[in-house]
């Protein structure tokens, strides 16, 4: 075995044991939440967690167990109906996260108020199951029906995954009242924002579209003042139906104030769009994962 053979291998075996140890972090995380915040307040906010709650209500079944009975046999389905790749996806979050939500089942509430419930509640889910997403895994459950619906049908997953945790929410609502399905509600919104910050970060960079007839200008005084790359794209003015320079760049929100003042003293009649990019990958920026830093040439 080559000397480059033996370093793919011990990358490959440390992402996959990285991989899964977030996973396992994210399951633990969603536990607390389940368990701290949103079971004691009688927050069913979708999928089989929501179910399990529900079923506990009305029969005593611990929610674990009917997680368990719920996850095993739909983890088959997603095999039959979405091979096998799909289904090793699922197996794992599958069967740890109602293990975790079983260890952890007998911590104490934290709080009885169900607005806070479901508002802390939401932020663990969103967290851990955002750890889970990251890994390239899933908890499986009813997402799994949601990929079948979107595989078969017109539905997209996640309106798949809405029409299910409606339900599950309208039945919560029958069981605990009204009020208790609304701070579902809360707490699916809450888990979704949770979900996108943890995958897409907090938006620490920043890219600025630049249309100028001093583009040249500005294209240099980016790449040596800056020290950041620029993108030249070609543009068709909708008015003026002359071609058009558009000059794309992504920087650190600290250079911000810098490169606006470069705009400003080479040609304040340029058109800037500046917005907020989550993730930036590549030289100069996050790497990727897995990658090493190499210099692109």
Not at 182 to 210: E, N, P
Not at 215 to 239: H, M, Q
Request: some cysteine; hydrophobic content about 45%; proline content about 2%.
């Amino acid at each position: 075995m080559t000397k480059h053979n033996v370093w793919t291998n011990k990358s490959t075996i440390y992402q996959y044991i990285k991989q899964y140890l977030q996973m396992m972090i994210g399951c633990i995380i969603v536990a607390f939440g389940f368990n701290l915040f949103l079971k004691p307040n009688e927050i069913a906010s979708g999928g089989t967690v929501g179910i399990s709650i529900l079923v506990q209500h009305v029969f005593g079944v611990e929610p674990a167990i009917t997680q368990w009975c719920a996850n095993i046999p739909l983890i088959f389905v997603g095999l039959f109906f979405m091979g096998k790749k799909f289904a090793m996806r699922t197996v794992f979050g599958s069967l740890v996260l109602p293990l975790c939500i079983l260890f952890t089942t007998h911590f104490h509430a934290l709080t009885l108020n169900p607005l806070l419930g479901a508002i802390y509640g939401g932020v663990l889910s969103g967290i851990g199951l955002g750890l889970v997403f990251k890994s390239d895994g899933s908890t499986g459950g009813t997402s799994i029906i949601a990929s079948i619906a979107n595989k078969y049908t017109a539905l997209s997953i996640g309106n798949s995954q809405g029409l299910i945790d409606g339900s599950v929410i309208i039945c919560a609502g029958f069981v605990f009242g009204a009020e208790k399905a609304l701070y579902a509600i809360i707490s699916i919104y809450i888990t979704s924002k949770a979900i996108d910050l943890i995958q897409l970060g907090f938006s620490g960079s920043k890219v600025a579209f630049v249309i100028s007839d001093r583009s040249l200008l500005i294209k240099k005084a980016v790449l040596e003042d800056l020290n950041r790359g620029v993108t030249v794209l070609s543009g068709f003015g909708g008015y003026t139906e002359e071609k058009r320079t558009v000059l794309m760049v992504v920087m650190d929100q600290s250079e911000l104030n810098r490169f606006k003042t470069f705009i400003k003293n080479i040609d304040k009649d340029s058109f800037i769009i500046i917005s907020d990019t989550h993730e930036v990958l590549g030289q100069g920026f996050k790497l990727y994962s897995g990658v090493k830093n190499k210099k692109i040439v």
